[in-house]
């Protein structure tokens, strides 16, 4: 698993991540240990073996990450859009945005309401997960 920091304020925060494996620093997920089977990394190749791709970046950054992760994306990736958002300059959602940069027919998209904070917290959440 990866968690993709490149859409961090201050790259300090990389570095803090890595280093304590919490986030008492930029206050996303206070006080919430990060487990170290996950790969905090700013390098999107990262996903090129992997079956199953989470997608859940601020949806100003949807588009330009769809582009940079097509190369490392094959036929069978599944991949899961977390993101949340109608894209202001072409009032496109996000599976439109990505089926419109990667041929797949893979595609999910998980909805809440929830807050990052409490599904990390393992409070009770309600999720929608829609696939075609």
Request: hydrophobic share 40%; with cysteine.
């Given at each position: ?127 929608t997960l829609a696939s075609k």
């Amino acid at each position: 698993m990866f968690f993709d920091f490149r859409y961090f304020y201050f790259p300090i925060c990389v570095i803090h991540f890595r280093r304590l494996r919490v986030d008492n620093f930029y206050l996303v997920l206070p006080n919430v240990i990060i487990p170290n089977n996950i790969n905090i990394t700013t390098d999107l190749s990262c996903v090129k073996e992997s079956d199953l791709v989470v997608i859940a970046i601020p949806i100003n950054f949807f588009r330009t990450t769809c582009i940079e992760l097509k190369e490392y994306i094959n036929d069978s990736t599944k991949i899961c859009i977390a993101t949340k958002g109608i894209e202001t300059n072409t009032n496109n959602f996000c599976h439109e945005i990505l089926e419109s940069i990667i041929n797949t027919t893979h595609i999910s998209i998980l909805s809440g309401p929830t807050f990052a904070i409490d599904l990390a917290n393992n409070s009770p959440s309600g999720l929608t997960l829609a696939s075609k």
